[in-house]
């Protein structure tokens, strides 16, 4: 990538990210490329749709996530282990508001640029989940999938009662007494 279209690039990231903070994932990308003083021809160059461009917004979380989960996955309690890696799920999906609900969706669509962060997100969690359920802690019959939509709706619930910041972890700690064996 040339110099001029990289400096494009990174100021595309850091506006979408301002954007999508403030408005959420649904916000004009209109405004995201006049914020970074590009047209939005530049913007699709970059970006041929809004979920590559959420997606691309996203990967610095999802490597962040991956390598809690690698670091996780070697933990002496698989249950906590699991637990842990979930909250920060749920954090992370929570920074921008409607992005649980694009992730959720792209576990429906595998051509969705978002695919590319909801495969190694299960992945990740499934091993978490089968140490859990190898410990006996958490119930055979629960999937990455299942947990992967509890969080995803623990982070919906959570943007439409943003003065209850404690309502994700409330939330969780219910989801949890029910996985476990």
């Known amino acids: 990538m040339r110099a001029d279209a990289r400096r494009n690039h990174e100021r595309l990231l ?3 990210r301002a954007a999508f903070a403030e408005h959420g994932t649904d916000a004009s990308l ?5 914020r970074a003083g590009v047209g939005i ?6 970006f041929p749709t809004r979920d590559a461009l959420v997606s691309a917004v996203f990967q610095e979380a999802l490597a962040a996530l991956l390598q809690r989960g690698r670091e996780l996955a070697a933990a002496e309690e698989p249950c906590p282990a699991l637990v842990e890696w979930l909250r ?5 999906a929570g920074e921008y508001r409607g992005f649980a609900r694009a992730l959720m969706s792209a576990s429906r669509d595998a051509s969705s640029a978002l695919a590319q ?4 997100l299960r992945a ?33 619930a959570a943007e439409q009662s943003p003065q209850d910041a404690g309502l994700p972890d409330r939330l969780l700690e219910l ?3 029910g996985l476990r064996a």
């Open 14 to 16: 850091t506006e979408a």
């Open 30 to 34: 209109e405004d995201v490329a006049r």
């Open 41 to 46: 021809g530049t913007l699709y160059r970059h």
């Open 88 to 92: 920060a799920l749920i954090t992370h």
């Open 117 to 120: 962060c909801d495969v190694p």
């Open 124 to 156: 990740t969690g499934e091993i978490l989940l089968s140490r859990a359920r190898e410990a006996g802690t958490v119930r055979a019959d629960v999937s990455i999938g299942d947990l992967m939509q509890l969080t995803h709706a623990i982070v919906l």
């Open 175 to 177: 989801t949890l007494r």
